[in-house]
């Protein structure tokens, strides 16, 4: 079975000294792609020092919606000129998260601008994390609103873009119409196995009305394990499972190579077709 994990925090402390393992598990299970987003300056540090001992792997670099007031100007910069470095294939991750305001929410969305400016700049995807509390949906709503703003899905996002997506929805959370709404704005949608938590239902819909060419899929390592993986840490070999269910939601078997070919190439769509035209490639 062909698989990409388009989300991994392999960096994470909770990877360490085995992540050569859980890297050989992961393409024993038929991985050939991996992303690993940064959420602050150290984790993306790291995440371009682990695609240097393993360059199969892609690097995100970016400021998650929970450290949003705690990274300094200082390390933003830094995080910033590491946007245009080659290793890196995407912006993030960033986004909104209304659940967990472990920053406050103008700083989210001063902190969101910023990335989302980075990935206009660099011409690569931003990679959005989205969560409003039980019920609700306020941020996706917010999100779309900056999206919007910012000149995604408008003619500032095509000239740089083309028909590449500008950005991704990292571990789909959300109602139909939000899948809808970021999908006609060009943007990719990537689910992980949140979408088993209950209260995520509407993502079993939304698995099945993703184009392939933009559909992803992603472990969110070391969190969201999904049934079936360990109960602990989450590790990418495991996104085999995400991967099935979403087949089946399409009517399809995950050993039909129509549906690994597709992964990959949305993958590589996505996050590594802009290399050629990026200044330092
Ligand atoms: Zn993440």
Not at 34 to 47: D, K, M, R, T
Not at 74 to 98: H, K, M, N, Q
Not at 201 to 220: F, I, Q, S
Request: proline share 7%; glycine share 8%.
């Amino acid at each position: 079975m062909r698989l990409v994990d388009s989300h991994c925090h392999l960096q994470a402390d909770r990877f360490g000294p085995d992540v050569d393992a859980v890297l050989e598990a992961a393409r024993t299970a038929g991985v050939e792609r991996i992303l690993v987003p940064g959420w602050n300056a150290w984790s993306c540090e790291a995440s371009l020092a682990l695609v240097d001992r393993h360059p199969w792997l892609d690097a995100a670099v970016g400021v998650h919606p929970h450290d949003a007031s705690r990274v300094t100007d200082a390390e933003w910069t830094r995080i910033a000129s590491l946007g245009s470095d080659p290793r890196v294939v995407a912006i993030g991750e960033t986004g909104l998260d209304y659940d967990r305001a472990f920053s406050p929410i103008e700083a989210q969305h001063l902190n969101l601008r910023r990335n989302l400016a980075l990935a206009l700049e660099t011409g690569k995807p931003a990679i959005l994390h989205v969560r409003s509390s039980a019920g609700r949906r306020d941020a996706q709503d917010a999100l779309l609103e900056e999206l919007r703003a910012a000149g995604f899905g408008g003619g500032v996002a095509a000239a740089v873009f083309g028909s590449r997506p500008p950005a991704v929805i990292h571990s789909y959370s959300g109602p139909v119409d939000f899948a809808r709404a970021v999908l006609d704005l060009g943007l990719a949608i990537s689910i992980s196995g949140l979408a088993f938590r209950k209260g995520e239902e509407p993502t079993a819909e939304v698995a099945a009305l993703v184009p392939l060419e933009r559909l992803l899929v992603e472990t969110d390592s070391p969190f969201l394990s999904p049934p079936g993986g360990p109960r602990g840490r989450n590790e990418p070999e495991w996104v085999r499972i995400t991967a099935a269910w979403v087949a089946e939601r399409r009517g399809l078997d995950a050993a039909e190579p129509s549906f690994g070919d597709g992964l990959v190439t949305a993958y590589d769509a996505a996050f590594r077709a802009g290399r050629a035209s990026q200044p330092h490639a």
